[in-house]
């Protein structure tokens, strides 16, 4: 959250001690704390405490740059993005705001609703991005330790449950988040509100369905699918977590059951120290051995060649029986991660639908961007026929996003609607024209 004043100017020294002379004073001047608040990247700088602290989004590029410094969302940052998304229904739900292109209410409520979901969708990303670095590198510790040495062992032990908290504390709520059924089926979650995040994305956008702005709901459509693609991730990330975690339950079994194999025999053995110079030792066919007889009898060796057992003074007996019980208790008490299915299967319409968005992007990838159009919706439908088997009317309209991305669409003065009739429909529409983006001016310098 916050950087030291005097760590930072050090490390700036070292690195610019690696430079010519002449860069060392620009860079200096460039990077130091006075330059960066003057242009507004610094969010605060105290010299009393001397720390200081950048601004959010230079945070954020940092993290992204090195990933392992990302975070993965938690349950009350994914309550966040849930709150968000209620507010935004709670606004395309005003029946006050009248829905009218060029309405100010109407237009900042819209500008609201891409924000949001967008929000939402940059920061799955980035969650998931944190989770896959997070799962790939505590798996590889855990595959690489050496179970022979006890230090590893123990090492291996911390990292399966930090395997077990990005499970239980990331991977499950990201799931329940992305879950299109929550609301139908819900269930005790760590989400707050009573309806499912996605159930209201799709509300959001049925708003605007309702209003027949059919380039609103192609777009909020597409944002929605890209959402919902991050729950494929997910479940491969769960996946692939899962043989550990059930590695981790094995391994708080084998511990369990060798403290208790330890206890009985450490028990056995106190009750043959009674001063006497008779039986005192452990015959092999004791029924302390009973557990192990599967490795077969143990050997009796004489007297001679055995080195009594030196047991510890009191006290150090009282500080590792404490140490064993505080250690059985915790390990006992970890609670068992919930496993979550990912949603059953989509309905036959959302299907057909997704199925049908893929074919319209596969044919617009040889669309003329390029080129001036006078009339983009014939341009389009032209176009379609051509290249998207099975095409209907309908299909320019999801066509239309993706020519919005490559240039300016626009109404031509007030002139007769035109109409395209195809495969016993109509369209009637209003002329509109497409002009593509120009490309950027290449800055050449010379030195």
């Not at 760590?190 to 996605?198: I, K, N, R, V, Y």
């Not at 909020?220 to 981790?248: C, F, M, P, W």
């Not at 496993?339 to 989509?346: E, W």
């Not at 617009?364 to 389009?380: C, E, H, Q, R, V």
Request: glycine share 4%.
């Amino acid at each position: 959250m916050e950087f030291t004043i005097s760590d930072y100017n050090q490390l700036l020294l070292q690195y610019t001690a690696r430079l010519e002379k002449k860069n060392q004073q620009k860079q200096l001047e460039t990077l130091s704390l006075n330059n960066l608040e003057q242009n507004g990247l610094l969010n605060y700088q105290d010299s009393r405490s001397g720390r200081f602290r950048l601004q959010d989004f230079v945070l954020e590029m940092l993290r992204h740059l090195d990933s392992k410094r990302m975070r993965e969302l938690s349950s009350a940052e994914l309550n966040q993005l849930m709150a968000q998304l209620e507010e935004c229904y709670k606004q395309v739900s005003n029946y006050h705001i009248e829905w009218a292109p060029g309405e100010p209410q109407f237009e900042e409520m819209v500008e609201a609703v891409y924000y949001t979901l967008q929000h939402v969708d940059s920061r799955l990303q980035i969650a998931l991005r944190a989770l896959r670095g997070q799962a790939e590198r505590l798996a590889a510790m855990v595959d690489e330790r050496a179970f022979t040495d006890l230090q590893q062992t123990n090492q291996v032990r911390k990292t399966l449950k930090s395997i077990l908290h990005i499970h239980d504390r990331h991977v499950t709520p990201t799931l329940q988040f992305l879950d299109e059924r929550l609301d139908i089926r819900r269930e005790d979650t760590e989400l707050d509100g009573s309806q499912a995040p996605m159930a209201l994305v799709r509300k959001i956008i049925n708003r605007f369905q309702e209003r027949k702005l059919t380039d609103h709901v192609s777009r909020l459509t597409r944002l929605q699918l890209h959402i919902l693609s991050n729950a494929q991730e997910v479940a491969d990330i769960a996946k692939s977590l899962d043989t550990y975690i059930k590695y981790a339950e094995d391994e708080r079994r084998r511990y369990n059951r060798t403290e208790d194999l330890y206890n009985s025999l450490r028990s056995a053995v106190q009750e043959r120290q009674t001063g006497q110079l008779r039986d005192w030792q452990l015959r092999p066919d004791d029924e302390v051995f009973r557990p192990i007889h599967a490795l077969g009898t143990l050997k009796s060796f004489n007297r001679s060649q055995n080195s009594k057992i030196n047991w510890l003074d009191e006290d150090g007996h009282a500080l590792l029986d404490e140490h064993l019980r505080v250690r059985l208790e915790t390990e006992e008490h970890i609670p068992r991660p919930k496993m979550v299915a990912i949603s059953g299967g989509l309905s036959e319409e959302e299907i057909a639908r997704r199925y049908n968005i893929d074919r319209v992007l596969a044919a617009m990838n040889n669309f003329p961007y390029g080129t001036n159009s006078a009339d983009i919706y014939k341009t389009l439908h032209e176009h379609l026929v051509r290249s998207m088997p099975g095409y209907t009317l309908k299909d320019i309209f999801d066509a239309i996003p993706f020519v919005q991305g490559h240039g300016d669409i626009a109404l031509t003065p007030p002139l007769p609607e035109l109409e395209i009739d195809y495969a016993g429909q109509t369209l009637i529409y209003q002329v509109r024209t497409y002009t593509p983006k120009e490309p950027p001016i290449k800055d050449i310098t010379h030195e």
